[in-house]
């Protein structure tokens, strides 16, 4: 029996609007979902200075000091893209007791975010990323040098012991665990080890800039190309490489789920039951800055599985989210209303 066409147009029609429907009710229940996240907490310090001229000195740009802000960065960041999201961050992470780490505590409780998980440990330099800006009066500043201060040393074993304690703690109210590894020594070898055991209880994903292949047994991974081809020891990952990465990566890790962000290509998602989808970029390739834009990604991840999302409709969902945040500039990030206007451009676009 033929269908006829003015019924099939119905039924999909309706299907799509289900799709839309679906993303935005997983968004709003990303209200006060707790998702522990354990990480190395950055400050992202931004000078900004107005163009003067060429100094006598040397062939160095004078700059007219303007002003300066600090952000959260790093594994802060991430937990940051949480709060704006409607979850809520349970941070569990380091700083020191010099300028910074004082600076990064302040924030966060001006924010109404939890620090109770976050050790401040004497003599330990707060990882710093200071980033000097210049430009005109009317144009947009440009960054010209960035200044790492990164700590002299490892942690302190008795700091590591303090931060499992918390980690073990504050795991019991979690909804989600979500780790932003930039390989500062907050994520040691034992709490690696550690994080599988979690599983029953939440889904505990991981974002980690140098160690892909040390987490294993995990809900989901979210390296991005470099990271991927780092991993697996290849030079670069292309087009005609991307899948055969995927299902390495889910090989080597044993994790349940692999996304690999591809900057301007989108995103590729790997299950470990056999289905790979490929995701295009939402928004424009004209990218405006990227800094942050992986912490976005694995925030809105994991905030999704925490709302009962599957593994697609979370790598949707950060795949919105990444879009939106790398047209803004410097360290940013993402509101609920935000995510559900990108969900309802694309449907009113006629694309997922």
């Known amino acids: 029996m033929k269908i006829p066409k003015v019924i099939c147009i119905a039924f999909f029609l309706a299907l799509w609007q289900w799709d839309d429907m679906l993303l935005k009710r997983i968004i709003r229940s990303f209200t006060g979902k707790k998702v522990l996240v354990l ?11 107005y163009t003067s001229r060429v100094s006598r000195e040397a062939p160095v740009l004078i700059l007219r000091y303007d002003s300066e802000k600090v952000l959260l960065g790093g594994g802060a960041n991430a937990l940051y893209n949480i709060h704006t999201l409607g979850g809520t961050p349970l941070p569990v992470g380091v700083v020191g ?3 910074m780490g004082q600076k990064l505590l302040e924030t966060l409780k001006e924010k109404g975010i939890e620090t109770w998980g976050v050790v401040t440990v004497p003599g330990w330099r707060t990882v710093t990323k200071t980033r000097i800006l210049a430009g005109g009066h009317h144009t947009v500043k440009q960054q010209v040098v960035r200044i790492d ?7 302190p074993p008795e700091a590591s012991r303090e931060i499992e304690e918390r980690l073990q703690e504050m795991a019991k109210e979690s909804e989600a665990i979500m780790v932003s590894d930039y390989g500062y020594g907050v994520v040691s070898p034992r709490i690696i080890r550690l ?17 892909v292949l040390d987490f294993k047994g995990l809900t989901a991974a979210t390296p991005n190309e470099p990271e991927t081809a780092m991993a697996l020891g290849v030079p670069q990952i ?63 991840f994991s905030l999704a599985l925490a709302a009962g999302a599957g593994f697609l409709e979370a790598a949707r969902l950060a795949n919105y989210a990444g879009g939106i945040v790398v ?23 006629g694309q997922k």
């Open 238 to 300: 292309e087009n005609g490489n991307v899948e055969w990465a995927g299902k390495r990566l889910l090989e080597l890790t044993g994790n349940k789920a692999i996304l690999v962000t591809r900057g301007k290509k989108g995103m590729a998602l790997f299950l470990n039951t056999g289905e790979i989808y490929h995701i295009p970029i939402f928004g424009t390739d004209e990218v405006a800055d990227v800094t942050g834009a992986g912490d976005t990604v694995i925030a809105t």
């Open 327 to 349: 047209m803004k500039s410097g360290t940013a990030t993402v509101s609920q209303r935000e995510l559900i206007e990108a969900v309802e451009e694309q449907y009113e676009n």
């Open 97 to 99: 007791d010099d300028q």
């Open 39 to 49: 990480g190395d907490l950055v400050a992202d310090q931004y000078i900004l200075g």
């Open 149 to 155: 201060r990164e700590p002299a040393g490892p942690l």
């Open 195 to 211: 994080l599988p055991t979690w599983m029953e209880r939440c889904p505990v994903s991981v974002d980690s800039r140098h160690r």
